[in-house]
């Protein structure tokens, strides 16, 4: 792998945590929209919530978060009123026969919540959803911000799945991210929860951060594998400061390229494999007794998930719901959420449809990005005569293959050793909606 063939491909293109994408949503879909959509799950659905706590005590300079720095907790409670009526709205909008499958709490920092609005948050939801008893319950967590009376609350609700956020434990990468966290803050965190029965831990790395270097990494390594994470999440910084204002605090000139963001993940996944752990797509780890590594994995927009529900209903500012008809995302800014909800309506101000070959064009991203695979049979089964454009367009790809990413044949698609760290970029061939210069502004680099 030439540094050459690194920078060919490290263009940038989306995640594809969804698609299409959220920079193609449009004001085209309303709450008219999306009551409609609810209104016509089956009437056992299999449900999976996402409820969005827009809030930090300070905002970390690489974020990419739909998130704001508070100081004074009132903002936070005062928040707490529309979410729960969005809530209590959507609850009484879904069939009486549904079953949550999956909760998952994100931020922000859900841990800016009191302990006491923690469990008014829990118990809103389960007055209102039927949730299952052996369903995940995941929170993501700042460990710097928690205190043991919010660990109470969690586990008092439901909560069997923590991700804790590390990006890196290296003092000098962590001045240069605008976020200071001993190993000894993360360490209590996940001891924390483990005495209060919390059966999976998840950390969140990040690499291509300013000043890191792989033997930095390594180091960071070896302090995450000493507390047993059940599952790591790796995520490549997405440096887009023309965006995201707060990223211009950052150095530039202190970026690793291509080529060394590459060394760093594959570092990374390396030592990870070695240590035991399942690598899951491009970056997700998993031990081999969970659950993400013993079952086929599915794409959302938390990242690789077992959640295979009949819709995702998201809850709070800026929160994107993914029904069998397309998208709902709600309000992005606070005041508009809750004057919206206050009023009597839901959060939302626009989506996709899903219309033409977007389903099929979903199914076979999601297919490439979790399995590296696709069966040109199972697509026809789902999506009869019209997988033969898209299998046409892979065709096309195929002949222009110079560096054996793709095989192509009658069977199907499958992404190659050599292919499979720039399977994003594969995927991109198959979305007729990017723009290279949108990606170039709202999507970070390949690799």
Known sequence: MTPELIKRYAAPVPRYTSYPTANHFSAAITEEHYRGWLATLPADAALSLYVHIPYCRELCWYCGCSTKAVRRYQPVADYLAP????????????????????????????????ASDILRLGQALRARFTVAADGEFAVEIDPRLLREDQADSFAAVGVNRVSIGVQ????????????IQ????????AEIFRGRGVASINMDLVYGLPGQT???????????????PDRAAVFGYAHLPDRLKHQRLIDETTLPGPVERFAQARLIARRLVEAGY???????????????AKAA??????????????????FGASAISRLPQGFAQNAVAVDDYTRRISGGELGT??????????????????QLMCGFAVSWRDLADQFGSSVERVRQEAEDCARGDEDAFVDISEEGIRITDRGKPFVRTICAVFDPYLSR??????HAIAV
């Open 297 to 314: 994995p599915a794409r959302n927009f938390q990242g690789y998930t077992t959640d295979k529900a009949d819709a995702l209903l998201g």
């Open 214 to 228: 792989e033997d930095s990494l390594a180091r960071t390594l070896d302090q995450v594998l000493a507390l047993q």
């Open 349 to 366: 101000v626009r989506g996709h449809e899903m219309q033409g070959d977007d389903n099929l064009r979903a199914a076979l991203i999601e």
């Open 437 to 442: 210069e949108v990606a170039r502004r709202r």
């Open 168 to 179: 890196d434990f290296d003092e000098a990468v962590q001045r240069a991210i605008g976020r």
């Open 83 to 114: 979410l729960v009526g969005e809530i209590d709205a959507v609850g009484g909008l879904v069939p009486a026969g549904h079953c949550v499958r999956h909760v998952h709490w994100g931020g922000g920092s859900p841990d800016i919540l009191s």
């Open 278 to 292: 399942v690598e899951i797509g491009i970056d997700h780890f998993a031990r081999p007794e969970d659950s993400l």
């Open 182 to 189: 001993s190993f000894e803050t993360t360490r209590r965190a």
